[in-house]
């Protein structure tokens, strides 16, 4: 199956049991780049409804699937900030089935997201964090724009080792300077 066979479609609350399903086998993939370990994810069924709801009603959030053969393969989200000052920031989140890294699926993903955040008459800029490590998703994010930020020194612990992660930021508004 090639990536043009891949659909991209907004999450429903209806899609809730396949979230949980698609983060469950994500989270217990060894050496996987997010700071959230499987036992520590406990969500239940209302809970991600109530969380997918809650990016449907946000003018500045927006989460999305990847889909092939009507299985989740791929997820991105922007979680908007809810302040004032900040509503024009939203999160970026990315993750992508290991059977289809390397494929596409992320760089569509990413195509989709920014093009939707341009669009987004609230959202002016993306921010990320990633692994200083994972060499492989900064230059993905650097591909499309963004802009390396600053490091934060020993943020996580992850498998017994404390990592620097990379703070990204991609401006997506007009440039008013």
């Known amino acids: 199956?090639?990536?043009?066979?891949?659909?991209?479609?907004?999450?429903?609350?209806?899609?809730?049991?396949?979230?949980?399903?698609?983060?469950?086998?994500?989270?217990?993939?060894?050496?996987?780049?997010?700071?959230?370990?499987?036992?520590?994810?406990?969500?239940?069924?209302?809970?991600?409804r109530e969380k997918i709801r809650s990016f449907t009603q946000e003018e500045n959030s927006l989460f999305l699937f990847a889909k092939a053969k009507g299985q989740n393969?791929?997820?991105?989200?922007?979680?908007?900030?809810?302040?004032?000052?900040?509503?024009?920031v939203?999160?970026?989140?990315?993750?992508?089935?290991?059977?289809?890294?390397?494929r596409g699926v992320g760089n569509a993903l990413l195509e989709h997201g920014i093009r939707w955040a341009r669009e987004n008459p609230v959202v002016k800029r993306i921010e990320l964090y990633t692994y200083l490590r994972n060499e492989r998703a900064q230059h993905l994010y650097e591909k499309f724009g963004f802009v390396r930020e600053g490091v934060r020194r020993?943020?996580?612990?992850?498998?017994?080792?404390?990592?620097?992660?990379?703070?990204?930021?991609?401006?997506?508004?007009?440039?008013?300077?």
């Open 154 to 177: 020993r943020m996580v612990l992850f498998e017994g080792e404390y990592l620097d992660d990379v703070t990204m930021g991609l401006w997506v508004g007009e440039d008013v300077r």
């Open 73 to 88: 393969i791929g997820m991105i989200d922007f979680r908007g900030l809810q302040r004032r000052a900040l509503r024009h």
């Open 1 to 48: 199956m090639k990536c043009e066979d891949v659909t991209f479609e907004e999450a429903r609350v209806e899609d809730a049991e396949s979230l949980i399903a698609f983060m469950k086998e994500s989270l217990s993939e060894p050496g996987l780049f997010v700071p959230l370990d499987a036992d520590e994810y406990n969500a239940d069924i209302e809970k991600e």
């Open 90 to 102: 939203t999160m970026l989140g990315i993750c992508v089935h290991r059977d289809w890294r390397g």
